[in-house]
Nanobody, 115 residues
Framework: QVQVVESGGGLVQPGGSLRLSCDAS????????WGWYRQAPGKQRELVARIWTFGVTNYGDSVKGRFTISRDNAKNTVYLQMINLMPEDTAVYSC?????????WGQGTQVTVSS
């Protein structure tokens, strides 16, 4: 089992920045994929960014050029750096970890972009 915990959410003004963290613990050997997803009220969950073992990344169209996913293997942590935040980025952001065919999710962290 892998435990996943997100942190770093909060309230930020439009144009501001935040960095989210996703920490994995437990049986972390074999993790080969990390992802950030978000869900706004009344909307479906959507992909924000993913990163694979060898550093390959992909991003949702709405965040390209503004969000960056990165990984610290030594800490079993993945980060999501978000800049130029917009009100439409408001959502619960959840971290997903893929390991040998299994998926693990954290509880999510709220990001609110508002003036």
């Amino acid at each position: 089992q892998v435990q996943v915990v997100e942190s770093g959410g909060g309230l930020v003004q439009p144009g501001g920045s935040l960095r989210l963290s996703c920490d994995a613990s437990g049986s972390v050997v074999g993790i080969n994929r990390w992802g950030w997803y978000r869900q706004a009220p009344g909307k479906q969950r959507e992909l924000v960014a993913r990163i694979w073992t060898f550093g390959v990344t992909n991003y949702g169209d709405s965040v390209k050029g503004r969000f960056t996913i990165s990984r610290d293997n030594a800490k079993n942590t993945v980060y999501l750096q978000m800049i130029n935040l917009m009100p439409e980025d408001t959502a619960v952001y959840s971290c997903n970890v893929g390991q040998l065919g299994s998926d693990y999710w954290g509880q999510g962290t709220q990001v609110t972009v508002s003036s």
